[in-house]
């Protein structure tokens, strides 16, 4: 087996991060968390990491095995229990949905940090000045696509195309440089202007779908392309975004 791609992307907050988004995704009520649900689309994700050979953090798995065992409590039967009040029965979400609310709430403030200084940023105390032939760039404004959508749209595009390594193959050295293949998906996207996600993954072999997500990933972060989706579930679109 190729094992040439070995990757590990900072975007990856952690566990929690990724719950969250779940939960926001799914609009699903944090005080509420449907477990057999949000385990099921969590182990997705880690699916879709371990195709991509994506170096996942052990905090991952172990929040893997705590969910699928808060699902096993879940499916247990109640105690019957005449004089104990089900008000007062342990609830096994209880530590894990505290976790979450606390974590949201260190997101949120660090978010508005955020915003505060992208506001202080613009606040100039110079006297105003006639500025001539000054060019200004244009700026690129990505949209709300976070790393967790776009590994969900992989994930969609690996179960519906079932894309599976053949029963027998030779094994030979398979590298394709991302710089090469950044080029490639960039070229493709600018006499299209906008492709859909998966029509940047035509073939089949492990090395390329690794190759080709991270190029996607590359030419976002310099503003080449960025994605858009309308809605939860719809189709992701990559949309060329550089100077003409």
């Not at 094992?3 to 926001?24: C, M, R, S, W």
């Not at 105003?128 to 060019?135: C, G, M, R, Y």
Request: glycine letters at 2%; charged letters at 30%; hydrophobic letters at 40%.
């Amino acid at each position: 087996m190729n094992q040439a791609y070995q990757v590990k992307l900072d975007t990856f907050e952690g566990p929690l991060d990724l719950l969250l988004h779940l939960i926001n995704h799914y609009e699903i009520d944090i005080y509420d968390i449907p477990v057999a649900q949000i385990t099921e689309q969590y182990m997705n994700y880690i699916h879709a990491m371990q195709h991509l050979e994506l170096n996942i953090a052990s905090e991952y798995l172990v929040m893997a095995a705590t969910l699928l065992a808060i699902k096993s409590q879940m499916l247990l039967p109640k105690p019957e229990l005449e004089e104990v009040d089900e008000e007062y029965m342990e609830d096994p979400r209880e530590e894990l949905m505290q976790r979450l609310i606390e974590y949201r709430k260190f997101k949120e403030a660090a978010e508005s940090f955020k915003e505060r200084e992208l506001e202080a940023h613009q606040t100039f105390t110079r006297p105003p000045v006639v500025f001539e032939n000054l060019n200004i760039e244009k700026t690129i404004v990505q949209g709300d696509i976070s790393i967790y959508d776009m590994l969900g749209a992989l994930g969609k595009m690996l179960e519906r195309k079932k894309w599976k390594e053949p029963i027998e193959t030779r094994i030979q050295k398979t590298e394709i440089p991302i710089e090469q293949r950044m080029v490639e998906v960039l070229e493709f996207i600018k006499t299209r202007h906008e492709v859909t996600f998966d029509e940047l993954f035509t073939n089949r072999s492990k090395p390329h779908i690794v190759v080709t997500f991270m190029s996607i990933l590359e030419l976002m972060k310099i503003n080449q392309v960025t994605c858009k989706q309308t809605r939860h579930f719809d189709t992701l679109y990559v949309i060329y975004s550089g100077d003409e």
